[in-house]
């Protein structure tokens, strides 16, 4: 690589090390009481369609960076045959004071969200919770991320796509912590 990318590409590099230290140090956590990392996720969990009562799991998070102003929390399934995953919950502007969601707080029709927080359009075609609902097979991973943010709000329209929204969270984001269930459907007989 020539001086020239060198140059051009230090800031970024910077800043990519930057964010991986922030994200890795050990001090933001995500917790939840209803999911265990690497466990099947229960049924309560699962996407109605699949048999599943389709509540959002209770999460909580702490350890948060200096500088946070919001957070953001999504749940995304890379397992999903559709060459670009699947995002099956996107939850963002929760003020900086929020330090956990409820059980079911992810509801369509009657969400329990901090007030100011927004769901945006899951790959489902609405906004709130959908649970796991993959094709029979191999076990997917369904991955639960908390974002602290450097900005107070994210401004996108209500229908964005899971890409826009996950876009700009990137984009804000300080840190990061996640953990991940496993779900598979089991083919019918």
């Given at each position: ?140 991973h369904y991955i639960f991320t908390v974002y602290a943010l ?23 984001a300080l840190a990061h912590a996640s953990l991940t269930g ?8």
């Open positions: 690589m020539g001086a020239w990318h060198t140059k051009a590409l230090g800031p970024l590099l910077m800043g990519l090390a930057f964010a991986a230290h922030a994200a890795g140090d050990g001090k933001f956590e995500l917790t939840s009481s209803d999911l265990k990392p690497g466990a099947t996720i229960g049924k309560d969990f699962v996407y109605g369609g699949c048999g599943g009562k389709n509540f959002s799991p209770a999460l909580s998070w702490s350890g948060a960076p200096a500088g946070t102003k919001s957070f953001a929390v999504t749940a995304y399934d890379p397992d999903a045959p559709t060459g670009s995953g699947w995002w099956h919950w996107q939850v963002i502007n929760l003020s900086a004071d929020t330090h956990a969601l409820e059980r079911g707080a992810g509801d369509a029709k009657d969400p329990k969200l901090p007030a100011g927080a927004q769901q945006s359009r899951t790959d489902f075609g609405e906004s709130g919770y959908g649970g796991p609902c993959p094709p029979p097979g191999k076990p997917h450097k900005t107070d709000k994210i401004d996108v329209p209500a229908d964005a796509s899971g890409a826009m929204v996950g876009y700009h969270i990137r984009a804000e496993l779900y598979a459907t089991v083919p019918a007989k």
